[in-house]
């Protein structure tokens, strides 16, 4: 069964049911995606795939894939926050890209963010606009 949506790569939900036996059919919006799995993308489900053939052992995953411990970490997080595992400000957190969190580092060399802000900004805590007019 197909769990993407293959235009445009979004989850697939189940609108109509039938039963072969009797020929009931039953339609509507009948619930969310399919499965927690097929919010997952293609590389974070290999990456699933791995952690359950390693038994959820980060050193024997490390070796398989070649990967640091931080890495396999950092994909692990992002996993659990695709299928909805952590409270938001834990995901603001794990969001941010490689770029968002090199960008902060370089307003931090440059005396632009104080240490404070920088930790702040890489924990997830974003300012509104409002509380930042001139950025």
Avoid: W
């Amino acid at each position: 069964m197909i769990e993407k949506c293959p235009v445009c790569e979004n989850n697939l939900i189940i609108t109509k049911l039938f039963c072969e036996h009797c020929g009931t059919t039953i339609s509507g919006q009948l619930g969310s995606p399919i499965s927690p799995f097929s919010m997952l993308n293609k590389d974070q489900l290999e990456f699933v795939q791995t952690f359950i053939r390693c038994e959820g052992k980060f050193n024997r995953m490390e070796e398989e894939l070649k990967l640091s411990y931080p890495t396999l970490k950092n994909r692990f997080n992002e996993v659990l926050c695709t299928m909805g595992f952590l409270e938001d400000k834990e995901q603001k957190s794990i969001m941010l890209s490689k770029e968002d969190r090199i960008e902060i580092l370089k307003q931090l060399n440059q005396g632009a963010i104080t240490s404070q802000e920088a930790e702040s900004l890489l924990r997830g805590d974003r300012h509104d606009e409002e509380d930042n007019p001139g950025e």
